[in-house]
Structure formats: structure tokens, C-alpha cells
């Protein structure tokens, strides 16, 4: 008998294996579905976004926690995903209760000066006075990626606060393993480039040397014009454009159309942004976007070229040229804070509908 059952036992064993592999590989897989319907770039699902079956999954892991940290431990997140001949496009949400836009902004003081608010933890990052954002890492080839995902990029500082044996403050750093590897890092930033309907385009490769770039292996994809800068004048005193207030509908970034010269009518307690924005140009602003929040959750829809142009496209732009491929990714959230975030330690996949 005891002969018997263990000639039986081990095709269950792998049927049951089976099983349990394909069922991991749905609960991680999203679908991107055919669609011949216009997608209009909003921050809202139209009925064409029925289709699009979500994945779902929490993010609750954090890279580091700074000393009185008030941010999010953990959301709940989804994200779909369409495409055509042309686009591929995606609809993210997750809740996040506050609508995080005051970044480093300027408030006008008692004594009439003007003081750009910071709170900066230990590692001189900051989680008080900063923006929402979201990031989605797309691997090109760097190998390892389909088996820890996003995780073999990011570095923590060890105890003694050394990465790749460089000393220095930051809690981390991002590179890949090897030369030659690279990732594709989409970045959403709610401030500076909520109004100007993009993502950061970004990429990450194997540089570890702060003096060749102060960033390490994060980078931007190549611009032709555009982007973000701080408002600050050459002595760092005061704004150096704007005359309007700020607020959390239009005036949380000085945009194109409000870019003049500063000119100081406001009181004590009144704010101005202190972030100056233009849309980017070239590679870098290859990602539309719209970024609504309502109700205690954030919803972002976005689209970029199945397959893009451009310099260095090929070690900074994942291609999705082939619709029988599946791709790698990862995805974080960052809540109201510069480089902390929310992440999951799941390997995510994407594959296309045929």
C-alpha cells in the first residue's frame, strides 16, 4: 500500500506545484488589453478602462523609517494597463489621505522676510514639506531583475552609513549590478510635473562614483529644453518669480504663463511655490500624464509610445516592441516625502494581450 501511494503522491505533488506557480504568476501579471477606443489623458476611467482587468497589491514596505516619521506604512494600489499600435497606457490609484503639493514653499515671515520651509531627517531628506509622488521601474537588462525586481538596485547605507564603500549621509543609493545594466525609471512628481502633465523620464545604471554624478546610477533620460528648477534668487532670500499665491489647484509650481520677476505685495503667512516648471523636450518627457486626486486616493493615467526615439534611447527606454515578450517592473509610492517610499518586495510582469 505504502508503494502504491508513493507512486501517486508525486504527480499530485507536481500538479499541485503546478498550480501554485500559475496561480503566482496571475497574482503578479498584469494584462495590457488591445483597445482601438481614444484615451483621453484625465486622472479618470473612462468606460474603456472596464476592460482592463487591475492588479491589485499593498505596498507596506519601507526603505528606511526616519525618527518621527508621519507618513504612510501602507496602501492599498492598482494599476491597469491598454494599448494600441502606437501607445501603451496605464491607470494607477492608491489611497493616500493627504494631497501632499507644498514643496519647500516660500512663506513670508513676521519680520517680513521670506523663508523656504524645510524639515529635513537625519539623512537630510525631507518628509514634512514635499510632494506626493510615483515611480514605475521597467527592467531593460539588468540581470536578476525578473527574480528580486527593483530591489537589486537600491543599496542601503549599512551601519556605519557606507555604500560601495563610500561614507556619506544618505540612507541609500540606486545602481545596478553590472556595467552596462540599466533600468527604466518612470517618476511622477506631483509638484514638478503635476502641471505640466508628464512624468520624469529617468534611468538607472552601474555608476557608483559620487564625483561622476552626484546621484550615483539614477539619471535623467536625454532633454532638449525644459524642466524644473528652484525659485530662488542668486543670494537665496527671496522667490525669483511669481506673483501669485500659492495654492493647491493651479499655484503649486510657477508655470510658463506666471514666470515674471517677483514683485513682493503679500503678507506675513502668505506662501508662494518655489518650484519654477516648463514641460520637458526630448527624451525625458516622453510620458504624458494626469495625476487627480479625490477622496483620499490618488489616480494617475499615463501613456508613452509602445516604442520611442531618440539619444541613448536603447540603454534608457524599455521597448515594447515585441507583443510576445513578457516585461518586468516594479512600482512605489512616495507619501509626501523626498526619498522614502512605499513599495512591495513582489516581482511584477507584464504581458501583452494578442
Known amino acids: 500500500m505504502s508503494t502504491h501511494l508513493g507512486g501517486t503522491a508525486k504527480p499530485l505533488v507536481v500538479a499541485i506545484g503546478l498550480l501554485t506557480t500559475l496561480s503566482s504568476f496571475a497574482a503578479n501579471t ?3 488589453y488591445k483597445t482601438d ?3 483621453e489623458l484625465d486622472g479618470v476611467a473612462e468606460s474603456t478602462w472596464l476592460k482592463a482587468a487591475p492588479l491589485t497589491l499593498v505596498l507596506d514596505n519601507l526603505p528606511y523609517e526616519p525618527v518621527d516619521y508621519k507618513g504612510m506604512r501602507e496602501t492599498n494600489y492598482s494599476i491597469q494597463s491598454l494599448y494600441d499600435d502606437d501607445f501603451v497606457y496605464f491607470f494607477v490609484q492608491w489611497d493616500d489621505p493627504t494631497k501632499s503639493l507644498a514643496r519647500y514653499p516660500w512663506e513670508k515671515q513676521q519680520d517680513n522676510t521670506w523663508k523656504r520651509l524645510m524639515n529635513p ?16 521601474y521597467w527592467n531593460i537588462n539588468a540581470r536578476g531583475f ?46 514638478r510635473t503635476g502641471l505640466t502633465g508628464q512624468f520624469d523620464d529617468q534611468y538607472v545604471d552601474s555608476t557608483i562614483d559620487p564625483v561622476v554624478n552626484k546621484n550615483w546610477g539614477r539619471k535623467s533620460d536625454h532633454k532638449t529644453g525644459g524642466g524644473y528648477t528652484d525659485n530662488i534668487t542668486d543670494d537665496q532670500l527671496a522667490p525669483a518669480m511669481g506673483t501669485r499665491m500659492w495654492n493647491e489647484t493651479d499655484s503649486y509650481a510657477v508655470v510658463p504663463e506666471d514666470q515674471v520677476l517677483f514683485y ?18 526630448g527624451s525625458r518627457g516622453d510620458i504624458s ?30 521597448q515594447f516592441s515585441d507583443l510576445s515578450k513578457t516585461y518586468h517592473f516594479g512600482v512605489s509610492v512616495f507619501d509626501n516625502s523626498q ?11 507584464m504581458k501583452f494581450e494578442q
Open 146 to 191: 525578473d527574480k528580486k525586481g527593483c530591489d537589486i538596485a537600491c543599496h542601503m547605507a549599512d551601519a556605519g552609513g557606507v555604500v560601495a564603500d563610500v561614507q556619506q549621509k544618505s540612507a541609500g543609493r540606486k545602481f545596478t549590478p553590472r556595467q552596462g545594466e540599466t533600468i527604466d525609471m518612470w517618476h511622477w512628481k506631483a509638484v
Open 30 to 32: 498584469l494584462i495590457s
Open 264 to 281: 513682493d505685495t503679500f503678507k506675513p503667512g502668505h506662501r508662494l511655490a518655489s518650484i519654477i516648471v516648463n514641460p520637458f523636450t
Open 339 to 349: 526619498i522614502n517610499h512605499l513599495f512591495s518586495h513582489r516581482v511584477l510582469k
Open 289 to 318: 500624464a494626469s495625476g487627480v486626486w479625490k477622496d483620499g486616493k490618488w489616480m494617475l493615467e499615463f501613456k508613452r509610445k509602445r516604442v520611442t526615439t531618440g539619444e541613448m534611447v536603447n540603454e534608457q527606454d524599455v
Open 37 to 39: 477606443q481614444p484615451i
Open 121 to 136: 531627517d537625519k539623512t537630510g531628506h525631507e518628509n514634512t514639506y514635499y510632494e506626493d509622488k510615483a515611480s514605475i
